[in-house]
């Protein structure tokens, strides 16, 4: 089962996963994609980390997801958002190869057996225009893989205001 988890900043979708994950089982794996940029940002990883309680298992993976075995587990990894700058990044801001590199490291995760995936992403593209080329780059970036993500997912769940609105049911899925 694969949950797509979308939406603004702030729009409620960490905490909304988070609770996801613990209705489906006692002890879920929360993947960190974020890369340590700077102090302020690690910060923001160690207050993260404290909203946890001894329930999770919590893993760092910046970018290979596929190393881990999710076989038969309920794993949230957040996010798309900070994963997706990384792959970005390192191939210079060449969008093509950093889209063809995460879906393959999706797909690799999407094969484990039995696995439960709770995704984190931003709808980026739905703000402020982004001011530098770079910018409207990764959020052209951004769009077309959670448009992959969704097309993969068994349910679709837009956060608006702290409100979980359902726009994709695990019945009615596409390819």
């Known amino acids: ?29 929360y993947v960190a994609t974020a890369r340590k940029w700077d102090a302020d940002f690690q910060n923001r990883i160690d207050r993260h980390q404290q909203e946890r309680d001894e329930r999770w298992t919590n893993i760092e993976e910046e970018k290979y997801l596929s190393k881990i075995d999710f076989t038969q587990k309920v794993v949230l990894i957040d996010c798309v958002t900070l994963w997706l700058t990384n792959f970005f990044t390192d191939h210079q801001y060449d969008v093509n190869l950093s889209l ?11 094969n484990q057996k039995n696995a439960t995936l709770i995704i984190v992403t931003n709808e980026i593209g739905m703000g402020v225009h982004a001011e530098t080329h770079i910018g409207r780059k990764f959020t052209e970036l951004q769009g077309w893989m959670n448009q992959f993500l969704a097309s993969n997912a068994d349910e679709v769940v837009l956060m608006v205001s702290g409100i979980p609105v359902k726009i994709k049911e695990s019945n009615s899925k596409t390819g």
């Open 1 to 29: 089962m694969i949950y797509l988890i979308t939406g603004g900043e702030r729009s409620g979708k960490s905490s909304y996963a988070q609770n996801l994950a613990l209705q489906l089982t006692d002890s879920p794996i």
């Open 100 to 110: 063809e590199e995460a879906k393959k490291e999706f797909l690799s995760i999407a």
